[in-house]
């Protein structure tokens, strides 16, 4: 049986940057799916900019990252 492993913090800072990056390229599929999908962007951004200035692990802000995104 494979061992879970727990990301480091470089990985997941890596995820929240990849991801951001996606969404900032992938179109979504309607106009007003756009604004949405723009406003979600600041959000985000807006988050990770906060929790990485206060010194909060990438791996919580990934965690924090997902749930907003799930609950969208």
Known sequence: MAA???PTE???RELIDSMLG???TTPPP???DWAS???LIAQVE???RDNRQRGVSECDTWAA???MLVNQ
Do not use: N
Request: with cysteine; glycine share 4%.
């Open 10 to 12: 470089a990985q997941c």
């Open 22 to 24: 996606m969404m900032k």
């Open 65 to 67: 990252f997902t749930k």
């Open 4 to 6: 879970h492993k727990i």
């Open 30 to 32: 309607g106009d007003r």
């Open 46 to 48: 807006a988050m990770v």
């Open 37 to 39: 999908a723009q406003v």
